[in-house]
């Protein structure tokens, strides 16, 4: 989306969101590699996830945008439907120097296939220190251990109210 900017992101609906916005702004800029962006729903971390993605690329295509459970499912699709070899489909996942942003961690049916896939994609941007954006709700103690260590460095508490909800007239909350 490109109405996604650092610029369009309101910081004054969820002040707590200042590292997170940090961070990506960072990671966008090439001063830090990654961030992982976890915390309560609707704070905005997939806004902030795709203004670095927007920023990161200009005008140019220089990233991927995945919400892991579509990536997983392309993965699927291409290798056994398509007939693809697994580590050519993967190889700019792996190893070329653009920005992954991978969406909602933790949601994917964490089949054996799709863990070792994702494994082998993150923790090869991992060693190669290759600009990664991960988001997640999940209770950090449902991701993969390897991985969190990793890219607990990135690591932001996200907080926040969520600013999908709608005001309901009787001052109570409702989800959009």
Known sequence: ????????????????????????????????????????LGTGKTHLAIAALNEWGGEYEAGYFWKVPDFLSWIRQQVF???WEIDELLRSYREALVLVVF???????????????????????????????ITTNQDLDRLDGRLLSRFREGLVVCEGKDIRAIPLSNGQQSAR
């Open 103 to 133: 969406d909602d961690l933790g949601t994917e049916n964490p089949t054996d296939f799709a863990c070792e896939q994702l494994y082998r994609v993150l923790d090869s941007r991992y060693d190669f220190r290759l600009p990664t954006i």
């Open 81 to 83: 439907g398509e007939g």
């Open 1 to 40: 989306r490109t109405t996604d900017t650092f610029a369009s992101f309101d910081l004054r609906r969820n002040p707590a969101m200042q590292p997170a916005l940090a961070r990506c702004r960072a990671v966008a800029s090439g001063a830090d590699w990654c961030a992982l962006l976890w915390g309560a």
